[in-house]
């Protein structure tokens, strides 16, 4: 996977959550629900930015796909499959 | 009795506007005229499947085109619908053979005799999709005030969904008392997110058709993506939705540095159409309300119960700040000597529910209807309700006071050291506060700071002694929040019962 997409995914995933983690502390196999207290809604728009944020068309996912990412790990290797290997877009400004 | 509402969807005349819908995938449009066309032709193969006025139909499936086609096509032909919300319901026989539903629609996988794909719905909708001559529509129905047109579910705590027939008189008066303050029409588009399988959802919908305006509805997963594409005039969602959509803008002007403005990166989440956000359905935060507001996004809170459908509502011609606003045509507020809140309605939602427990229904419908609905609230001179919390989160000390918890644990969780805070009264004597943190390490300068804050700003008896800092925070894998992420008082007093009752204990007031 793009290490750009672990770190953008460190990033927009700590920004979401109710209570503060450092991004570089967050458990990548962790259950995103049970052990960060992820609601579904913060989930999609932590999967909305994130794909606006590595360039990543969000069109290349299911509802069905959504549901299955449980773990930041499940998401990054999700993301990685789409993203380019350089030179992503980091701006959140274009929506 | 419809004539203006129900009764017109079929026979209104073409209306101007559009549905679109949305999901990741991207999204479609059509005129409502062909959406009109489109669910007469499901309607005809509703028909040809042998379903008849009353029967029912059940919908468990996220939100689509199709969704909306079933719907309007049930209601062409007074069948009723059964909203099925996916993930709290499987498709089964055996879910048909409980709630006596004729033909169950989904988009999940199933197969047994009477389940449709979803998929099949789209291809009863496309014009040559038949293969033999399709029985000719009976005229469009009238529709009676007690009618039921759809059963709705309502989410108990524990056991088995209760359901709820709603009759077409309450939805008739809905409408209509909801266009009329708030006034939706050519150049609105009002964006659904929130599953279709609730009602109210679908009003916008009706509205669309009826008033000329467009509607978006997107699937839940898709909300935030389409938000973007669709630039609505009007947002409809629960607090919980804005409160997100508040920490993305929070975060995206953390992330400008001081470039942009709070109107713009508003502007960015929700589009730079926005008339106003409609909320409701749960109490919503002051500082959440108040962060719209400053944004330039009106955001109107009202009140209702699946039981009584929308009671009160802020809109732009009325609206007071921590009310859920003036009393809808149609409906009375009655508040009982203990502040209790009761709704009667001109137009009752039901009388009863059905598939319920023996007393369910009596313990919240009165016998014409009125709805007790366990909230403490009062209305002002001018009319507007303001809601105070559960009847049952009020403590009694032992003068003989009444204390209503929920305003006083709103002051401490306005803090952003504070996550949640419950309130609890061991002695019946004096508060004590168990305080969740925001953060890991808590921020005890800042939670001891907000208790004096909070103390300075409410009456003497309603003055916390004593704060107990939750450690770890309140979560649902450690047993305290519900899978709503509302804390659970019982066992977060279970959990704290020692340096609850232990005077010595906690962050002590000065």
């Excluded at chain 2, 006596?100 to 009477?114: C, N, S, V, Y």
């Excluded at chain 2, 629960?238 to 470039?259: C, N, S, Y």
């Amino acid at each position: 996977m793009p290490a750009d997409v672990e770190t953008a995914a460190r990033e927009q995933f700590s920004a979401v959550l109710t209570r503060d983690v450092a991004p570089a502390s967050l458990d990548l196999d962790a259950d995103m629900a049970g052990s960060y207290a992820l609601t579904s809604l913060n989930k999609v728009l932590f999967l909305t930015e994130l794909c606006e944020a590595t360039g990543v068309d969000l069109a290349h996912f299911t509802e069905e796909d959504l549901a299955e990412m449980r773990t930041l790990r499940d998401v990054t290797e999700a993301l990685g499959r789409h993203a380019a290997p350089a030179s992503a877009p980091t701006s959140n400004h274009g929506a | 009795m419809t004539g203006d509402t129900l009764g017109r969807l079929f026979t209104g005349g073409p209306a101007p506007g559009h549905i679109a819908v949305a999901s990741l995938l991207g999204t479609q449009s059509i005129p409502l005229a062909e959406l009109v066309v489109r669910a007469e032709r499901v309607a005809q193969r509703l028909l040809a499947q042998g379903v008849r006025p009353g029967d029912r139909i059940g919908i468990l499936a996220a939100n689509s085109l199709e969704w909306v086609l079933l719907d309007l096509a049930a209601l062409r032909l007074k069948a009723e619908t059964a909203g099925l919300e996916p993930g709290k319901f499987e498709a089964s026989r055996a879910l048909m053979d409980r709630y006596a539903i004729t033909l169950l629609f989904t988009d999940r996988p199933a197969d047994a005799p009477g389940i449709v794909p979803m998929a099949e719905v789209a291809a009863w909708a496309a014009p040559d999709g038949a293969a033999e001559p399709l029985p000719v529509l009976p005229p469009p129905p009238d529709w009676a005030a007690g009618d039921v047109t759809t059963v709705k579910f309502t989410s108990g705590s524990t056991g088995e969904p209760k359901g709820l027939g709603a009759t077409a008189g309450s939805i008739d008066s809905s409408l209509l008392a909801v266009q009329e303050i708030f006034e939706h029409g050519p150049g609105d588009d009002l964006f659904v997110f929130l599953p279709l399988s609730l009602l109210q959802q679908r009003y916008w919908v009706y509205s669309a058709l009826l008033n000329g305006h467009d509607v978006t509805v997107s699937t839940y997963e898709a909300a935030f993506a389409a938000l973007r594409r669709a630039r609505p005039t009007v947002v409809m969602g629960v607090p919980a939705f804005f409160e997100t959509a508040k920490r993305q803008i929070e975060a995206r002007l953390r992330r400008a540095g001081g470039d942009r403005t709070l109107a713009e990166e508003a502007q960015a989440v929700f589009g730079d159409r926005i008339r106003y956000l409609w909320t409701g359905s749960a109490p919503a935060a002051p500082s959440m309300l108040g962060f719209f507001a400053d944004a330039g996004l009106p955001i109107y809170e009202g009140y209702g119960l699946n039981e009584t459908c929308i009671v009160t509502k802020n809109h732009p011609k009325a609206h007071r700040d921590g009310s859920v606003g003036q009393v809808l045509r149609g409906k009375h507020v009655l508040i009982d000597a203990d502040g209790v809140v009761s709704v009667r309605s001109d137009h009752p939602v039901n009388d009863h529910y059905i598939y319920a427990k023996p007393g369910d229904s009596e313990r919240i419908f009165g016998p014409d209807g009125t709805v007790r609905t366990g909230d403490l609230g009062y209305l002002d001179d001018d009319g507007f309700l303001f809601i105070r919390g559960r009847a049952d989160d009020v403590i009694v000390l032992d003068n003989g006071k009444k204390v209503v918890v929920r305003p006083i644990e709103e002051l401490m969780k306005a803090d952003p050291a504070i996550a949640e805070c419950v309130l609890f009264c061991p002695g019946q004597t004096d508060l004590v506060a168990v305080v969740s943190p925001a953060a890991e390490a808590a921020d005890l300068g800042a939670v001891a700071a907000r208790l004096a804050a909070t103390n300075a700003a409410v009456a003497a008896d309603e003055r916390i002694s004593r704060v107990v800092v939750a450690d770890p925070p309140f979560s649902i894998g450690n047993g305290l929040l519900t899978s709503q992420y509302k804390p659970k008082r019982q066992q977060i007093l279970a959990a704290y019962h020692d340096a609850v009752h232990d005077p010595e204990e906690g962050i002590h007031a000065r």
